[in-house]
């Protein structure tokens, strides 16, 4: 694939700030999805597999990581090459406009040519080649100055992920985006199915670092001025002491409301390369190998007269399963949940009530 | 109650070389069902409740226990109280007959006018003042030189136990027993229940040791034979290497069938004492206190919408259960199994697959 190699100028953020409370009990407070290895098959972490999945395209050195303050240390431990000032530890969570804001500034100080491609710490990639190919896409488009977005070419009716609605093309594989739609109720996600020009919206997007800091100065002047400041703080080498006490007066908005859905245009790369959020349990069992009976199970697993079941134990635990059917199993050295693939997302309602109790488990 | 005092001459034998597969993971091969702590809350194990329950009746120094050879040292330990003298290993097992007869062998030397009680070493008593009653009158009429058992008051017309048909009574709560009966089918049960003679055979006797050799000499003439060479070698102080060569001629069967069944006249005590045969998990949680949606789990357990579950993890651990019912859950270091309570039986099933592949965790 001699079209992938490194992009010139290309600078990837990492948005490694998430929780995930969805994958408890492997998930805690600070040992969230992203540094889990809980794709099938694959012994890294989400976040070092997003790392090395990009390096044809972005060198280890062009990449920065946003997380948060109480992840840093963990996140710097599970990315050693990572250079640690490519680290941006935000001192608290203000969703993603002022992530990309801050590490779009940083971008540019360091190369005013800088084109971003910023990415999700914890999905999954099935065909990591398709993949690369749509961000080069991507990537080529944001350096000429567009705002570029990954839609994911649906495969169900999904309700749990906001849309794209794609217009007309301007390139090979490339469109405008009509417009971005909310969460859809059933009917509607199935109406979207149907039509055929909606995508997933994949939260991957390209801008030159100079293009998104316009359009924040644009569309969230606060946040624009505030970082704006950091810049000056940074020349300075007071940047963090700034950081760390006025971050959380920084509006509290994604990218896609606050910025992308106001901009003139927003080009739409399509996708097809086997993406998954890994939005809960049951994603990791859609994902997995499965024996003749649905199982997604251990090798070493017993099982009698049970089907469609999950289970994730600690190596050289034995599990064994009689006569149960479609459940989630997820055994640590401290908890162990068991409940319905079906009600996969209900795992929040566990966390909630830990944390009600100050149980140090959740 | 000062009727429940030592009894003279009463010798109690416990019968704990069982495997008790049924409560694997809990119960392994070296650690069988009767050395786990398996009544609710009791964190005794099964063997010691039953040595400290009959304490008023019959102290340690006559309390002999039967085992298998492999169980021996785990046995002892347990009992760190019990004089090594009496701690009998058996070298095979051969069911109940030889076991209970090299047992009335080895009181009949130490004391010509023992009285036996035997007692499974892995039965729950909910009420020990009641039990040690029955105990009291089945000893009582044993030491008269009746052969003696105890027949529990069913209430349910169970399948998995063999009945007692009682006939007049001979005293006060002391009846003859009419018959043995094999474990009925449903119909046949429901009939003994309805009919309401019928006890259930709870494998607890009374006899003389002299009574019970000479039973045995009767009509199991070649254990008689072999049981009085013992005799011999023991007064030689070769007993042991005796046993060894030749435990595994013995014939193996039950004393119900091979002894209690043939003699002219046995004695039924009826019992009413909270008597449990801890036969599987399912019985674990009918025992268990149950929570207000009939959930018997540890105090720290997450529920969510579940019902009808016992689950065993170990101290520390929390378990979280959303929208499952009438599971049981077993979780121990190195084994977690899950099944519906209504198949708890089916244990056996796991057990023999990890035995087939040679599993050490069986």
């Not at 990581?65 to 203000?94: F, K, M, Q, W």
């Not at 971008?107 to 080069?136: E, F, Q, S, T, W």
């Not at 700034?242 to 106001?262: Q, R």
Request: glycine letters at 8%; one cysteine or more.
């Amino acid at each position: 694939m001699s079209e992938i190699g490194v992009f010139p100028n290309a600078w990837a953020v990492i948005m490694a700030g998430g929780s995930g409370t969805r994958f408890w009990p492997a998930s805690r407070r600070l040992r969230p999805k992203q540094l889990l290895p809980l794709a099938p098959g694959d012994d890294r972490s989400l976040l070092r597999a997003t790392l090395e999945r990009i390096a044809p395209l972005v060198p280890v050195e062009r990449v920065l990581v946003v997380t948060s303050a109480a992840l840093a240390e963990a996140t710097a431990a599970e990315l050693p090459e990572l250079p640690r000032e490519n680290l941006l530890a935000e001192p608290s969570g203000r969703n993603t406009a002022p992530c990309v804001g801050w590490a779009a500034s940083h971008v540019r100080r360091r190369d005013p040519n800088g084109v971003l491609v910023v990415l999700p710490a914890d999905h999954h990639i099935g065909v990591p080649d398709a993949y690369l190919a749509v961000l080069r896409r991507g990537l080529d488009a944001a350096s000429h100055g567009a705002v570029v977005t990954v839609g994911i070419e649906p495969t169900r009716p999904e309700t749990g992920y906001g849309y794209l609605e794609v217009g007309e093309a301007v390139g090979e594989q490339i469109h405008r985006a009509r417009r971005f739609v909310e969460k859809p109720n059933r009917q509607r996600a199935e109406q979207f199915l149907a039509a055929g020009n909606f995508l997933w919206n994949s939260g991957v997007f390209f801008f030159r670092a100079d293009t998104i800091l316009d359009a924040i100065a644009a569309h969230l002047p606060g946040l624009g001025q505030q970082l704006r400041a950091y810049d000056v703080a940074a020349a300075s080498g007071t940047e963090v002491a700034l950081v760390e006490k006025t971050y959380d007066t920084l509006p509290s908005i994604s990218i896609d409301h606050g910025v992308m859905e106001k901009v003139d245009e927003v080009l739409v790369v399509p996708g097809s390369f086997g993406w998954n959020d890994l939005g809960s349990w049951t994603t990791s069992w859609e994902l997995a190998e499965h024996d003749a009976h649905g199982n997604a199970l251990p090798q070493d697993a017993v099982v009698v007269d049970a089907r469609g079941n999950f289970a994730s134990v600690a190596p050289g635990k034995v599990v064994a399963l009689v006569g149960v059917n479609d459940l989630v199993v997820v055994d640590t050295e401290d908890a162990l949940l068991i409940l319905p693939r079906s009600r996969a997302q209900d795992v929040r309602a566990v966390v909630e009530a830990l944390k009600a109790r100050k149980d140090e488990r959740f």
